[in-house]
């Protein structure tokens, strides 16, 4: 069975599920995560979040989805490598971040975790996340930070405007 969801309620609940949403959203942006946390959620109005869902499904239509429960892994191969695709042409640290989230989620399940890889397929590149003692500590530590974002009382402050492009929560933070 999968852990419960987190709850802002109760910040220091270790054993509430954090999904690798959350940690995308921690590293784009603090605010975002308060708010996907508390159940708003934009993401069907967002052209991008929907290129990013065709591109997923079209490039590697054999590959399976590995659902945990409070994530979705795009997929895992023998390793155990854990692998997720991007729509972005532009690595990010947000990205190497998830994919930790991932490799710490599949250890806590017992499965023997060598690695990760962000694939980008329209530019044709990947970058590999190594999984190693330092990577564990970053990725309980990213954890932990989510948690306090979440249980903040109030909305951390918004972005600069430039860095807010092509969010999903622009209507709400900024009322456009
Ligand atoms: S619109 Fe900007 S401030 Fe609001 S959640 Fe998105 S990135 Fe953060």
Redesign the pocket.
Known sequence: MSPPAFDPAHPDDKGAALGGVHIKYLR??P??LW?YARGYRPEHRSDLVAFGEVVADTTFTRRREIDLGEAKIDWVTAGAVVHETKSSRTPSPAHAAQVRHYCLLLERRGIAVRGGTVHYPLIRRTTDVPWDEAARAEAEDTEDEARAVIAAATAPP??ARA??RG?S??D???GD
């Open positions: 784009h942006c605010r975002q708010l918004r972005l860095k807010c969010c929560y622009l709400y933070c900024w």
